[in-house]
């Protein structure tokens, strides 16, 4: 038995379990919603989205979430509104916006000549190297996303239960909607620096799908979620701690091992019952 | 007093040819009115132009005395039931809950009384993934008199729906209207218009007919409003019956 407490010696350690958790409970909250309304391909495009935005705030030194989350929330709101006025699919112009976004940042990327350690670390992830300042910044993003889906959770829920009902009771759905994928934008950008551009969308996806699979009613599914999540994103830490594996891929290992586990334990159930 | 539903020369489309051409529609308080077509008719559109959802391209439509936007927080709409997402993980009480969001400054109803109007207590705390058809109707007519509307306009109600269960919708609609509240329901089922309704409102584009429903004993009414194949009339069923 390793001892538990010894990694926390180490401040960068810390620093990357209240990272990776700041990250689990922010993509609960808005991975409920990308589930429940069909949006897994619209988040991967977003987070791959947002690689310009990192790339160019790197290029002005400046912070790389503030510049990340630019970008998303942006391509984000792109896409919503070229899907309304163009009359193509949104899967169309989801397409369009996040390789053409990937492909700037590919572009620019190109084109720095420095130690470029820290980018790579946006598209694969770079907990460990979590500092202070992003943390707080990450912190009060946090506090805002949860924030705004606590206080529009009806608004936000009957919108996407019933546009038609909602929006015949006098609710604005479309700024709802904007609202919602603003947060997944918002969320997107802070999970970038903890598992990385590639693998962002397994966080929004992967804790909430599991909890679907079981939950009864949306409480249960929020608590269910959050707790998948939180306990991914710590298991996942010790286990790249005295493993030594790269920490964003072995968090987002955990959730997919914590799906499959589920999902054979619920059909298993079911293959009882039948 | 104004009338609850006042619509002249109203035209309206999605943008191409209009789906509704030229209609005159007067509903007054306390009325029950079945709105009959074939799909495509303009069923649901009429019923989203009185609701606000669409806007009409000529014509003026007056709803309580107000534009449309402005009386919405005291209209109730079904939507079609096939509209929602039945597979949330949401129980019947929290989609009853929803009728009182957008609505602040009305009295509402609790969501165990309004369940309790549709005699559905026992549902409360049921998930929404297990309703038949007409338990979905009937959660839906909960969470629409939740708010205790003026106006309200169900968009085919009685479809997938056993015919105890319509019974009892039409009792509580009944009821509603008894006590000087208007209602308007579009429908497919000419039996059930026959026996639950004294006036029908005949769409195809435009009003083909608007009145007593024994309008639906009438053949040239039936052809224009199901173009060259109309179903068998309701009185056909009946006559059936009798045999």
């Known amino acids: 038995m390793p001892d538990l407490l010894e990694p926390l010696h180490y401040g960068f350690v810390i620093r990357a379990i209240v990272a990776a958790s700041i990250v689990a409970i922010v993509c609960a909250g808005v991975g409920i919603f990308v589930i429940l309304r069909g949006l897994a391909f619209?988040?991967?495009?977003?987070?791959?989205?947002?690689?310009?935005?990192?790339?160019?705030?790197?290029?002005?030194?400046?912070?790389l979430i503030i510049g990340g989350s630019i970008a998303a929330i942006g391509s984000a709101l792109a896409i919503g509104l070229i899907s309304r006025r163009s009359g193509l699919r949104?899967?169309?112009?989801?397409?369009?916006?996040?390789?053409?976004?990937?492909?700037?940042?590919?572009?620019?990327?190109?084109?720095?000549?420095?130690?470029?350690?820290?980018?790579?670390?946006?598209l694969l992830g770079d907990v460990l190297g979590v500092t202070e300042d992003q943390l707080v910044i990450a912190a009060f993003a946090a506090i805002v996303i949860v924030g705004a889906l606590w206080f529009f959770r009806r608004e936000l829920i009957f919108v996407s239960f019933d546009p038609t009902g909602a929006a015949a009771a006098g609710l604005p759905v479309l700024r709802y909607d904007a609202l919602l994928l603003g947060l997944i934008g918002l969320a997107i950008?802070?999970?970038?620096?903890?598992?990385?551009?590639?693998?962002?969308?397994?966080?929004?996806?992967?804790?909430?799908?599991?909890?679907?699979?079981?939950?009864?009613?949306?409480p249960e599914m929020v608590r269910l979620t959050v707790g998948f999540g939180l306990v991914s994103a710590v298991a996942g830490m010790y286990v790249s701690y005295y493993v030594n594996t790269a920490s964003g891929g072995t968090i987002v290992l955990v959730a997919t091992l914590f799906f499959a586990l589920t999902w054979l334990a619920r059909s298993a159930r079911r293959g009882r019952t039948r | 007093m104004a009338l609850p539903i006042d619509i002249a020369r109203m035209s309206v489309g999605y943008g191409g040819p209009p789906v509704l051409t030229d209609v005159d529609l007067a509903v007054r308080e306390g009325e029950l009115v079945a709105l009959v077509g074939a799909n495509?008719?303009?069923k649901s559109t009429l019923l989203k132009v009185i609701v606000g959802l669409l806007s009409p391209s000529t014509g003026t439509v007056r709803v309580l005395g107000t534009e449309p936007r402005l009386a919405a927080p005291r209209i109730a709409y079904l939507p079609q039931a096939e509209e929602l997402r039945w597979d949330y993980p949401l129980r019947v009480e929290d989609v009853v809950a929803m009728g009182r969001i957008g609505r602040s400054g009305t009295v509402t109803l609790g969501t165990n009384e309004a369940l309790a109007r549709v005699s559905a207590t026992d549902l409360?705390?049921?998930?929404?993934?297990?309703?038949?058809?007409?338990?979905?109707?009937?959660?839906?007519?909960?969470?629409?008199?939740?708010?205790?509307p003026e106006l309200l306009l169900l968009d085919e109600p009685a479809t997938g729906v056993d015919p105890a269960t319509e019974e009892q919708l039409m009792e509580v609609l009944r009821e509603i209207a008894s006590?000087?509240?208007?209602?308007?329901?579009?429908?497919?089922?000419?039996?059930?218009v026959v026996a639950h309704f004294r006036r029908v409102v005949c769409?195809?584009?435009?009003?083909?007919?608007?009145?007593?429903?024994?309008?639906?004993?009438?053949?040239?009414?039936?052809?224009?409003t199901y173009g060259g194949h109309p179903p068998a009339g309701p009185f056909d069923y009946a006559d059936e019956h009798h045999a």
């Open chain 2, 40 to 42: 495509g008719a303009g």
């Open chain 1, 90 to 122: 949104e899967d169309a112009t989801i397409g369009v916006v996040f390789a053409g976004m990937f492909a700037l940042g590919v572009v620019l990327f190109g084109r720095i000549r420095t130690y470029t350690g820290d980018l790579l670390g946006i």
């Open chain 1, 189 to 218: 950008a802070v999970s970038v620096q903890v598992v990385g551009i590639v693998l962002v969308v397994a966080m929004l996806v992967t804790p909430a799908a599991t909890a679907r699979l079981i939950a009864r009613d949306l």
């Open chain 1, 42 to 63: 619209l988040g991967d495009a977003i987070s791959h989205a947002a690689f310009p935005g990192v790339v160019i705030a790197f290029l002005l030194k400046t912070n």
């Open chain 2, 124 to 148: 409360a705390k049921r998930p929404i993934s297990a309703l038949s058809g007409g338990q979905r109707q009937r959660v839906l007519l909960a969470r629409a008199l939740v708010s205790q």
């Open chain 2, 203 to 224: 769409l195809n584009g435009r009003i083909v007919a608007d009145g007593d429903v024994s309008l639906l004993r009438d053949d040239r009414v039936l052809r224009e």
């Open chain 2, 179 to 192: 006590t000087g509240r208007t209602v308007l329901v579009s429908t497919h089922d000419l039996a059930g």
